[in-house]
C-alpha cells in the first residue's frame, strides 16, 4: 500500500518537470513585458532596463529555467515580480479558499446528483427518467460564469438573499458552489444512474427485497453501496472540472482563490507566480487521483487486496 | 449513508489541502460594521477599491492603489494640495520650507516633532531622509526622482538637496508617495519588512491578499494636538479597511447593501440606481485621465502628417464619449491632461468634419481612401467602445481598420517596439507637466508610444522645464501645446470625469481628480 | 477479393448506421437536440442572406442604444444600438465554427498521437500517454489562456487553443482501439503490403472506433463552444465586432442590471445549442451502445 503510493508520488516528478518547461517557455515567448508592467508610466527607457537586469529577463531562456530549477530543488518557488512575495506562501494563503469552494460545489453536485440518479434509475425508460436526465443535462450545457451572473441577478439583484461577490461569511459561499456544482451534476447523476441500473439487476437485490428488507432499504443499502465504485471515479474525474470551474467563478464573484491569482497573474506576466501556481495545481490534480484511488481501496476490497498483494 | 459519503469527500478533500498547507489564512473577522463609539461617527471605514493591493513596499511599487493605502500610513515631504486649499499647490508637510540656494542646490528644513510610528517612536531626522531618498534611487521609485545627485545633511531637521540641473517640477516629485519617508533605523534593525513604518495617522494591522488592508488609527500619532481640518492632523474612523471588488457591478452591489461606504468608479450605466438610493451619495467632477488614439508615427503611411490630421477629423468624439462613458467626460483639443499648468485649450485642432477630413486625405495622397490598418488597444471597457466607434468612422473616409484587443502586457510590448500601428491609451497626470511632455512625447522616451521625435518639440519641452521666467515658460508651455496638436502623433479623445460613490454620511474625504484620493480624515457622521 | 471486402464493408456499415438511426428515432430527446440543431445550422447557413453584415450585424446606430426586447427589436439593442437578434442568429456561425472546427483539428491530432502511440507501443506509447496525462491534469482553460495569449486572439488561434483539449480524449479512444487490433492479421498484412500508416488509420483503426469517436465529437464541440465562450468571457476570444456568443455574454455583463437581457439572451443561446448536443450524444452513446441492442 504504501509502496504504491511512493510509487504514484514519485510520477510526480516527469509532471512537474513537463509541466514547469512548458509553462515557463509558453510565459516567455507570450508577448509582454513583466518590467514593463512593473515599471509604471513614467518610467524612463532606463530605469526598465535595470528592472528587467534585477529580475534576470535578459538572461537566455534556458539560464532562467535552470535558474528556476535550481531553486525548486531547494524548495523555494521563486519570489513574484509583482507582489516580491514567496510564490509558495501567496499559493498556500489562496489555496483553501479555492478548496472550500470546490468542496462545497462537489458537496452540492453530489447531495443533487446522487439522489437525482438513483429516481432516473427506478423509473427507467418513463418521462420521470427523461425530464430528470435533462435537468441534469443543463448544468453541463451552460457557461458556469453565465449560470453564475443569472444568479447573481436573481439572488442578489432581485430577491438580495446573497451577497454578489467577495469572500465574507458562509453566504457569500453559497453562488459561486452552485455555479460551480451544477456544472458537475451532469456526469455524476448519469454515473449514478447507470450504475444503479446494473446493480439493479444483480441477483442479491432480488434476494434482499426476498429477505423482507423494505424497498428504501435496499435501494440506499445494497444498491448504492454497490454502485458507490463507477460514481466515486466520475467524482474524482471531475475535479480538474473543478478547478477550471473555480476559474471563472472566482472571477466573476471575486472569490480570493488560487484561479483569480493564477487569471491576475498571467495578465501581469509574472511568471514565477504562473509557473508556481500551475505546478502545485498539477501536484493538487495527482494528489486529489491519488486520494480517489485510495477511496475505492476502502469501498472496494477487492482493490484493497490488490494494493496489498502489489505493496 | 449520504450525509457519511458527503462527510467523506469533504474529508477527501481537506485530505489534499493538508498535502502542503502550511499557515493557511486567517479568514476575515468580519469586524465591518462597528458600533457606534459615541464620538459621533462609526468606527469603521471600508473602502471598495477596483483593483488589487499587490505590493506595499513603497519604492518598490507604482500602483495607485497601493499608493492610495500608504497615503494613509506614510507622510511625504511635500504635500499636493488638490486646489481646495489656495492656490499654491505644492506646500509644506514633513518639510516645513525649502530654498534654491543655486541651480543644483536645495536647503530644507523639516519639521522637529515627528516621530515614526514604531515601539521605541523614534524621532525622524534628516538622516531617514537622506535614507530614503538614497534608497530610491536603487529602486523602482528612481523613475519619480529624476535629477537626484545626493543628499547632505546639515542638522538633525535641515538638509540640502543636490540636483543635476535646475528644473521646475523637482519639488513636486517629492509629493509623490513612493518617497514618503521610511525609517532608516528600521532597515538597520533588519526587522521583517521595515517598509510598514511609517509616520502617518495610521498603521497597517492585516493585509491578506486578495481580501482586504486594514488599518488602524496611530494612538500616539505625532501631529495628535494639530487641529482637525488641517493637512496633518490625526485620523478619526479608528479602523480604514480596503477590500477589493474587481467586479464593478459587485462593488455598487456591496455599495448599496452596506458592506462597504465608499465605492470608487462605480460604472457610470449602473449610476442610476445609486442616485435613485437615497443613502448613497454620487460625486462627481471634471477628472485629469486622458484618453487618447495615437498613431505609431515610425509606421507607413502614419508618417504622414496631412494623414494624421485627416483621421484626426473623422474621429467622431461625441460618439467616442458617449459610448465610452454615456457623456460622462470632457472632450478637449490639447495634448495636456486638464487641471495641470499651463493648461491651454484655445486653439482650431482639429473637430469632427467628415468633408475636412476627405480634403485632407486627398491632399496627403490618399484621395480614394484604401488604407487597410490595425487599432491595437487594452481588452475591457472602455476601449472597447471607443474603438468600435473609430472603427467605423474611419470607414468613412475609406480607412478599413481591423482591431486588436490584447492584455495590457502585451499592448505595452508592442507600443514600445513599435510593432503596433494606430491604438488607444490613456495617460493621468494630476501634478507634474514634465510627466506629460516629456514621457510622451520627448525623442526616446519610454512612454512615447508614438514614436515621435522632433528637435523643437524637444526643445519646448526642455524650455518647460527649465524655464524660470514664469511668463517665458508660460508661452513656451502654449506654444509647445499648439505645434503637438498640429503634429497629431495623438488625437485627444475625452477627459473621463471622476466619479465616486459613498454612503451619504461620510466627511473629510479629499478627493484627487487623478484618483489618487485622501481617506486620512476621512469617517461616517452617525 | 479487395474489392469483396470493399462491398461486405460498405454493406455491413449501412445497416450500422441504419441501425443506430432506427434507435435514435425512438429517443424523444435525441430527436429534439437534432430537430433544434437542424434548425440552428439553417439559420446560421441562411444568415448571410437574411441580414446584411455590415449594416444590422455590426452597423451602428447609437439613438437606438440599450433598447429593451420588443415588437422592433425582437432581442432589444446593445450599447451601439445593434440589433440584437441579427447577431445572435448571425453569431452562430462563428460558434458552430470554432466548435467544429477545433473538435476536428483536435481528432486529426489526437488520432496521430494515439494511433502512433497504440502502434509503436513501448517507450514512444509510454511518453506521448504521460504527455498527455500530464496535459489532462492542468485544467484546459488555463493551457488556453495561455496559447491564446501566445498567439493572439484571433478565431484561428481560439480553435488552435481548444484543440488541444479535445485532443486528448481522442488520442485515448484510438490508442485503446489500436491497441485491441494491432495485431491481427489483416492489419498486419496492410503493413507487410507497404500501405502507409495514414491509410491503415482511415481504412481499419477509424472505423473500428467509430461509435466512441462520433459520441464524443458530438459532446465535444458543446463543450468546446462553451469553452471558447468562456475565453471571449475572459477577454481572449474572437475579437470585435464579431458576434461570437461569449463575446456577446461578455459585453452584456456590462450591462446585467440595466439591461440584462443583453447578458440573458445570448446565455440561452449557447445553452440550448449545447443542450441540444448533449441530448443528441447522450441519445447516439445509447443508439450505438451494443449492451442496448435487444
Known amino acids: 500500500m504504501i509502496r504504491y503510493i511512493l510509487k504514484r508520488l514519485i510520477m510526480l516528478i516527469p509532471v512537474i518537470l513537463v509541466t514547469s518547461f512548458l509553462i515557463f517557455w509558453a510565459m516567455s515567448l507570450t508577448g509582454g513585458d513583466p518590467a514593463l508592467m512593473l515599471a509604471g508610466d513614467n518610467a524612463k527607457p532606463e530605469q526598465i532596463e535595470e528592472i528587467r537586469e534585477e529580475l534576470g529577463l535578459n538572461d537566455p531562456f534556458i539560464v532562467r529555467y535552470g535558474n528556476y530549477m535550481k531553486g525548486m530543488l531547494t524548495g523555494d518557488m521563486g519570489q513574484s515580480y509583482v507582489t516580491k512575495r514567496d510564490v509558495f506562501k501567496t499559493f498556500m494563503e489562496r489555496l483553501p479558499n479555492t478548496l472550500m469552494l470546490g468542496g462545497a460545489a462537489v458537496f452540492i453536485a453530489v447531495v ?59 453566504d457569500s459561499l453559497v453562488l459561486p458552489a452552485v455555479t460551480v456544482g451544477f456544472g458537475l451534476a451532469a456526469l455524476i447523476t448519469r454515473t449514478t444512474r447507470s450504475s444503479m441500473l446494473d446493480v439493479l439487476r444483480q441477483d442479491y437485490m432480488t434476494t434482499a427485497r426476498a429477505k423482507g428488507c423494505s424497498e428504501k432499504q435496499v435501494i440506499t443499502v445494497h444498491g448504492l453501496k454497490n454502485a458507490l465504485i463507477p460514481i466515486i471515479t466520475a467524482i474524482g474525474l471531475q475535479m480538474s472540472l473543478v478547478i477550471t470551474g473555480s476559474v471563472l467563478a472566482e472571477t466573476v464573484f471575486s472569490w480570493p482563490g488560487i484561479g483569480r491569482l493564477v487569471y491576475d497573474s498571467i495578465s501581469k506576466r509574472d511568471t514565477p507566480m504562473v509557473t508556481g501556481s500551475i505546478i502545485m495545481c498539477s501536484i493538487l490534480m495527482c494528489i486529489i487521483n491519488l486520494v480517489v484511488d485510495l477511496i475505492y481501496a476502502f469501498f472496494d476490497p477487492r482493490i484493497k487486496a490488490q494494493y496489498s498483494k502489489k505493496g | 449513508m449520504k450525509k457519511r459519503l458527503a462527510l467523506l469527500l469533504s474529508v477527501a478533500m481537506l485530505a489534499a489541502s493538508l498535502a502542503g498547507c502550511g499557515g493557511g489564512s486567517s479568514s476575515s473577522g468580519g469586524s465591518s460594521d462597528g458600533g457606534a463609539t459615541g464620538s459621533g461617527h462609526k468606527e469603521s471605514l471600508i473602502i471598495g477599491t477596483d483593483a488589487d493591493i499587490n505590493n506595499l513596499d513603497l519604492q518598490k511599487q ?129 526587522v521583517e519588512d521595515p517598509y510598514y513604518i511609517g509616520t502617518g495617522p495610521y498603521k497597517f494591522d492585516e493585509w491578506v491578499e486578495g481580501e482586504y488592508c486594514r488599518l488602524v488609527k496611530v494612538e500616539d500619532y505625532w501631529g495628535n494636538d494639530i487641529p ?23 462593488r455598487v452591489m456591496a455599495l448599496q447593501a452596506g458592506e462597504i461606504d465608499v465605492c470608487v468608479n462605480p460604472p457610470i450605466n449602473e449610476l442610476q440606481y445609486l442616485e435613485e438610493d437615497e443613502n448613497i451619495t454620487v460625486y462627481e467632477q471634471t477628472g485629469t485621465r486622458l484618453f487618447y488614439f495615437g498613431f505609431n508615427v515610425e509606421k507607413e503611411p502614419w508618417n504622414n502628417e496631412t494623414l494624421r490630421q485627416a483621421v484626426a477629423c473623422a474621429i467622431d468624439r461625441d460618439a467616442v464619449l458617449e459610448a465610452a462613458v454615456y457623456g460622462k467626460g470632457t472632450l478637449q483639443t490639447t495634448i495636456l491632461n ?119 518639440a524637444d526643445e519646448l519641452i526642455d524650455t518647460v522645464a527649465t524655464e524660470k521666467d514664469p511668463e517665458l515658460r508660460l508661452a513656451a508651455a502654449q506654444e509647445l501645446q499648439e505645434y503637438l496638436v498640429n503634429a497629431c502623433p495623438q488625437v485627444p479623445l475625452y477627459i473621463a470625469n471622476l466619479v465616486v460613490a459613498y454612503n451619504k454620511n461620510l466627511q473629510g474625504q479629499y478627493f484627487y481628480g487623478g484618483g489618487n484620493h485622501d481617506w486620512r480624515h476621512a469617517y461616517i457622521a452617525e | 477479393m479487395a474489392q469483396a471486402n470493399e462491398l461486405k464493408k460498405q454493406y455491413k456499415k449501412r445497416t450500422l448506421a441504419q441501425e443506430t438511426w432506427r434507435r435514435l428515432v425512438k429517443n424523444p430527446g435525441a430527436m429534439l437536440g437534432l430537430g433544434f440543431l437542424g434548425l440552428l445550422i439553417m439559420a446560421a447557413a441562411l444568415s448571410p442572406f437574411i441580414f446584411d453584415y455590415e449594416v444590422d450585424v455590426i452597423g451602428q446606430n447609437m439613438s437606438e442604444r440599450l433598447m429593451a426586447p420588443g415588437a422592433a427589436h425582437w432581442f432589444g439593442t446593445d450599447e451601439y444600438g445593434r440589433d440584437l437578434f441579427a447577431r445572435v442568429i448571425y453569431g452562430a456561425r462563428y460558434s458552430l465554427i470554432i466548435g467544429v472546427g477545433s473538435v476536428l483539428l483536435g481528432l486529426v491530432v489526437g488520432t496521430i498521437l494515439g494511433s502512433q502511440a497504440g502502434f509503436h507501443g513501448g517507450v514512444i506509447d509510454s511518453i506521448i500517454m504521460r504527455g498527455i496525462d500530464i496535459f489532462y491534469s492542468i485544467p484546459n482553460i488555463m493551457t488556453a489562456v495561455v496559447i491564446v495569449s501566445l498567439l493572439g486572439p484571433s478565431t484561428v488561434n481560439l480553435m488552435i487553443a481548444l484543440a488541444f483539449s479535445c485532443a486528448s480524449s481522442f488520442a485515448r479512444i484510438v490508442r485503446a482501439s489500436v491497441m485491441t487490433i494491432r495485431d491481427q492479421e489483416y492489419v498486419e498484412s496492410s503493413y507487410a503490403m507497404g500501405l502507409p500508416t495514414w491509410k491503415i488509420i482511415v481504412k481499419h483503426i477509424l472505423p473500428n472506433c467509430l461509435s466512441p469517436i462520433i459520441v464524443q465529437i458530438t459532446l465535444l464541440i458543446g463543450t468546446t463552444i462553451i469553452s471558447a465562450s468562456s475565453l471571449s468571457f475572459l477577454g481572449i476570444g474572437v475579437p470585435a465586432p464579431a458576434p461570437e456568443w461569449g463575446a456577446l455574454l461578455s459585453a452584456g455583463r456590462g450591462h446585467i442590471r440595466d439591461a440584462s437581457y443583453m447578458c440573458i439572451i445570448p446565455g440561452l443561446a449557447i445553452m440550448f445549442t449545447v443542450l441540444a448536443l448533449n441530448l443528441l450524444g447522450d441519445g447516439l452513446r445509447d443508439a450505438l451502445d451494443p449492451k442496448m441492442k435487444k
Open chain 2, 228 to 250: 482637525e481640518g488641517e493637512n496633518l492632523a490625526p485620523g478619526v474612523a479608528e479602523v480604514i479597511e480596503f477590500r477589493p471588488y474587481i467586479e464593478a457591478s459587485s
Open chain 2, 338 to 456: 486638464r487641471g495641470l499648468w499651463g493648461f491651454y485649450d484655445d486653439m482650431e485642432g482639429f473637430d469632427y468634419d467628415v468633408e475636412r477630413a476627405k480634403s485632407l486625405m486627398a491632399e496627403a495622397g490618399y484621395a480614394n481612401g484604401g488604407i487597410t490598418t490595425s487599432l491595437s488597444y487594452a481588452s475591457g471597457s472602455p476601449y472597447e467602445q471607443i474603438a468600435t466607434i473609430i472603427q467605423s468612422n474611419l470607414k468613412e473616409i475609406g480607412i478599413e481598420v481591423t482591431l486588436e484587443p490584447m492584455e495590457t502586457a502585451t499592448l505595452k510590448s508592442a507600443c514600445v517596439d513599435g510593432s503596433h500601428e494606430l491604438f488607444l491609451w490613456r495617460w493621468n497626470e494630476d501634478s507634474k507637466v514634465d510627466f506629460v511632455y516629456r514621457d510622451l512625447y520627448y525623442t526616446g522616451s519610454g512612454s512615447n508610444y508614438h514614436h515621435y521625435s522632433d528637435p523643437k
Open chain 1, 112 to 170: 443533487v446528483s446522487i439522489p437525482l440518479g438513483i429516481y432516473t434509475a427506478i423509473h427507467q425508460n418513463t418521462w420521470k427518467d427523461t425530464a430528470g436526465m435533462i435537468f441534469a443535462l443543463f448544468g453541463n450545457s451552460m457557461p458556469n460564469f453565465w449560470l453564475g451572473l443569472m444568479l447573481i441577478i436573481i439572488f442578489s439583484l432581485k430577491l438580495g438573499l446573497f451577497p454578489t461577490g467577495g469572500k465574507g461569511g458562509l
Open chain 2, 62 to 190: 507604482q500602483d495607485a492603489t497601493n499608493n492610495i493605502i500608504l497615503k494613509n500610513t506614510h507622510q511625504t515631504l511635500v504635500f499636493f494640495n488638490n486646489g481646495s486649499q489656495g492656490d499654491e499647490r505644492f506646500g509644506p508637510c514633513l518639510a516645513t520650507s525649502w530654498e534654491f540656494k543655486d541651480d543644483t542646490h536645495i536647503e530644507m528644513k523639516l519639521r522637529d516633532d515627528v516621530h515614526f510610528n514604531d515601539e521605541e517612536k523614534t524621532p525622524m531626522t534628516a538622516e531617514d531622509v537622506k535614507f530614503t531618498l538614497d534608497m530610491a534611487m536603487d529602486n523602482m521609485a528612481a523613475s519619480i526622482l529624476t535629477g537626484y545627485v545626493q543628499c547632505n545633511v546639515i542638522d538633525d531637521y535641515s538638509i540640502e538637496i543636490e540636483i543635476e540641473s535646475y528644473n521646475n517640477e523637482f519639488i513636486q516629485s517629492l509629493s509623490s508617495v513612493p518617497l514618503s519617508i521610511q525609517s532608516k533605523k528600521a532597515y538597520e534593525s533588519g
